[in-house]
């Protein structure tokens, strides 16, 4: 095992704006190593045997979840997974209380998905072990934004540099933001392509340009990172409706063709197939969704790991 | 009869247009004398006498802005409870507001208020009453009756009126009577479930931004009907720089319409609210530092009226959540003075200026015969160590709730002693 750097002093990941460059660079080392744990016949490692890690999830999202039980499971921690349906939340029991209540079981590590902005931040401060953040509200989701890192470099060997394009409801999403924060550290240059109606006010103050035309803004790109649009914000509040919210910000080949010719095609998933990305652009060869699935997992292991893994506490590698 | 005087401070009254050494004689509950002419006059015979060296003699803060928690939440505040934090933070009269349960907008109500105000309260509480009944932004309350009850003006409190036309009887309903209406200027589908101001920082954080032409349309529109009616409007809290422009214009206008602001925007900005804080979770949400600066000019300047403390007690049951789920409001009695002599050391406002925004100009605009040292009124003082040195400490504040924004805040300055009709009711013990 790589021996963890002077850097790398996080107790918790609740998003990527803490994180140095080095960090990054660090993680997305032992992301390397874990994809090749993952393709072996055994998967299992001990690096987290004897851990417990609690996946708290107040809002639904199988994707996400399964993905952070799998990295638990093949690092041979005990994953529980508790979700909003099953849980006291619904009856009127705050995240703090419900936090406080976890803690006392003495896990080792929480991931967090939840609503609020700030949440995984406010269950930090409150619990004894480390928090990862799975997604709170509109503001970070820095898994994610990891493992499109991940991806990224496998295919492109290199962050910096590169030409991103991260199109759609940059507005509401926590992946964007996410990216951008990475993005921009690792010093590739981050266009941000949608209407108006979907770019957060002040976006232009955090080093991106912004296009309002797939065309302008596709031009040129090594990646094209598609966002997911809610379909409740497509039926006149912020688009005026799926098919021209498809005709003029949906991903098809005649607007793709704009962008590098081995440009990569991303999405964080699940896809409106036909809303936000042509159904046969999202199987063509161009696309890498199904990778980030793979780094996915990945990415999270390498974070358990590091974030509850014995050499965070000094007992030696294994 | 019992003679108190306070000699030896520096009296300033800004009814009077007062700043000098001198002193103050008290009989009985009420003032006598006040100013540099009863200076070195002696004390009468058997008078308790004061030394208030080094000390300000003011008139006993009138906050326009407080809400209370009585009746329907008194786990918030009581009345009583409410009453020591004002004493103790020199305010000796506080408008109340009518968000309580069942809401103020009925004449026993606001009788019951006063009379347990009566029992309870050490300082003065003037009750506002709805403009709506359940503050629900349709039907007029009783202005009439409810004014004869003791209601000294009318305001839906945290709520903003949606109705343009509801909003235009009000003001020409009231007019009749000589009555005010307050409101806060929050355009609710503007701001669009927002919760803290627009800009770069919500973005970073994640949280939905109120922007403040949310406050200004609302505002404007208030101004336009107050023009049309002519009544005497009162834009509650303020937060940006483009509503003090409008209220500036208004005026220039020759509209009866006066402004107030929070003494939160005054001292703190957006930027407070990173890490989520939820303290520091208001509405108007806090705007950014030139807004802020904008607030001060527009009170040195005349534009704003008042300063209020906004006082908005909150349980953990409402701030111990993830920011945008919690309520909105924060504390301030207790720290509304001390804050507020932050402006006077950094030098945007004068003394005089600082001390009417809180006293004289609140009790002209609610039509109280408080906020004054003049000979014959009420003995409601305040006397100030203008820099005393204090660390506000969340255990000794006064309020059954915790919510301030200055939990921590070191101050200079701060009420050594207030007395309300000539009695002490709050006297600093160190």
């Given at each position: 095992m790589v021996a963890r750097p002077h850097s790398f002093s996080m107790r918790h990941l609740l998003g990527i704006r803490s994180l140095s460059e080095q960090d990054i660079e660090f993680l997305l080392d032992r992301a390397e190593k874990a994809v090749e744990v993952s393709r072996r016949p055994d998967k299992k490692t001990s690096s987290l045997r004897g851990r417990t890690q609690i996946n708290l999830f107040f809002e639904a999202s199988t994707r996400t979840q399964a993905s952070f039980e799998l990295a638990g499971k093949r690092l041979g921690a005990d994953v529980m997974n508790m979700s909003v349906a099953s849980s006291s939340v619904k009856k009127g029991e705050t995240l703090i209380d419900t936090a406080m209540t976890l803690n006392a079981m003495r896990p080792d590590i929480l991931v967090i998905r939840h609503g609020s902005s700030g949440a995984a931040e406010l269950l930090a401060q409150k619990v004894d072990c480390a928090v990862v953040n799975a997604g709170d509200g509109q503001h970070e989701h820095p898994?994610?934004?990891?493992?499109?890192?991940?991806?990224?470099?496998?295919?492109?060997?290199?962050?910096?540099?590169?030409?991103?394009a991260i199109c759609g409801d940059v507005l509401h999403s926590r992946v964007a933001r996410s990216n951008i924060f990475l993005l921009g550290k690792m010093g590739a240059r981050i266009r941000l392509v949608g209407p108006s109606t979907l770019m957060p006010a002040g976006?232009?103050?955090?080093?991106?340009?912004?296009?309002?035309?797939?065309?302008?803004?596709?031009?040129?790109?090594?990646?094209?990172?598609?966002?997911?649009?809610?379909?409740e914000r497509m039926s006149g509040a912020f688009v005026p409706s799926e098919r021209e919210y498809f005709r003029y910000f949906g991903l098809d080949a005649e607007k793709l063709a704009f962008a590098k010719d081995d440009a990569i095609v991303m999405h964080p998933g699940p896809m409106n197939r036909g809303v936000e990305i042509a159904s046969l652009m999202a199987d063509a060869p161009q696309s890498v969704i199904e990778e980030q699935v793979e780094m996915g997992v990945a990415v999270r292991m390498a974070v358990l790991e590091l974030l509850a893994g014995p050499s965070h506490n000094e007992e030696g590698s294994s | 009869m019992s003679t108190l005087l306070l000699a030896n401070g520096r009296v300033v009254d800004p009814s009077r247009g007062?700043?000098?050494?001198?002193a103050v004689l008290v009989e009985d509950d009420h003032?006598?004398?006040?100013?540099?002419?009863?200076?070195?006059?002696?004390?009468?015979?058997?008078?308790?006498?004061?030394?208030?060296?080094?000390?300000?003699?003011?008139p006993g803060l009138v906050d326009g802005r407080?809400?209370?928690?009585?009746?329907?939440?008194?786990?918030?505040?009581?009345?009583?409870?409410?009453?020591e934090a004002a004493a103790a933070g020199g305010v000796t009269s506080l408008v109340m507001m009518p968000d309580t349960s069942p809401v103020m907008d009925e004449p026993s109500l606001v009788e019951y208020v006063l009379r347990t105000a009566r029992a309870t309260s050490l300082v003065?509480?003037?009750?506002?009453?709805?403009?709506?009944?359940?503050?629900?932004?349709?039907?007029?309350?009783?202005?009439?009756?409810?004014?004869?009850?003791?209601?000294?003006?009318?305001?839906?409190?945290r709520n903003t009126l949606e109705s343009p036309v509801v909003m235009r009887r009000a003001m020409t309903y009231a007019r009749d009577f000589d009555a005010v209406i307050a409101s806060e200027t929050q355009d609710e589908a503007l701001a669009a479930g927002g919760v803290m101001n627009e800009g770069k920082l919500a973005t970073l954080m994640g949280l939905p931004g109120v922007p403040r032409e949310a406050e200004l349309i609302s505002l404007q529109r208030d101004l336009a009907l107050a023009g049309l009616t002519g009544a005497r409007y009162h834009a509650a809290k303020i937060s940006c720089m483009m509503s003090a422009d409008a209220v500036r214009r208004a005026k220039d206008n020759?509209?009866?319409?006066?402004?107030?602001?929070?003494?939160?925007?005054?001292?703190?900005?957006e930027n407070d609210v990173q890490g989520y804080r939820t303290f520091y979770r208001l509405s108007p949400p806090l705007r950014d530092e030139l807004d802020r600066h904008a607030m001060a000019n527009a009170i040195a300047d005349g534009t704003i009226d008042v300063v209020v403390s906004s006082h908005d007690p909150q349980d953990v049951d409402t701030k111990r959540l993830p920011f945008a789920e919690a309520a909105p409001g924060a504390i301030g009695l207790e720290t509304l003075l001390a804050a507020l002599l932050r402006r006077v050391h950094d030098g945007t406002l004068n003394l005089m200026r600082a001390i009417e925004v809180v006293t004289s100009a609140p009790a002209a605009l609610f039509g109280l015969p408080y906020g004054t040292l003049k000979?014959?009124?009420?003995?409601?003082?305040?006397?100030?160590?203008?820099?005393?040195p204090w660390e506000v400490s969340d255990k000794d504040l006064r309020s059954h709730s915790r919510n301030s924004c200055f939990e921590n805040a070191r101050m200079s300055g701060r009420v050594i002693r207030t007395i309300v009709s000539g009695r002490t009711v709050f006297e600093l013990n160190d």
């Open positions: 898994t994610q934004a990891l493992l499109d890192a991940l991806t990224i470099r496998r295919h492109k060997g290199r962050l910096q540099g590169l030409t991103v976006i232009d103050e955090f080093g991106v340009e912004v296009f309002h035309r797939m065309e302008d803004g596709l031009a040129g790109a090594d990646v094209v990172m598609m966002l997911r649009l809610q379909r | 007062i700043d000098a050494t001198g003032i006598v004398a006040a100013g540099p002419d009863v200076h070195n006059q002696g004390a009468p015979e058997g008078a308790e006498i004061i030394d208030c060296k080094g000390r300000i003699i003011a407080v809400f209370i928690g009585e009746p329907g939440y008194e786990y918030r505040e009581t009345i009583r409870s409410a009453s003065r509480i003037h009750p506002a009453a709805a403009i709506t009944r359940g503050l629900r932004g349709q039907e007029m309350t009783e202005f009439g009756l409810l004014r004869e009850a003791g209601a000294v003006a009318f305001t839906d409190g020759g509209h009866k319409v006066t402004a107030g602001v929070s003494i939160n925007h005054l001292s703190l900005n000979p014959g009124s009420k003995a409601d003082i305040a006397i100030i160590d203008l820099d005393a």
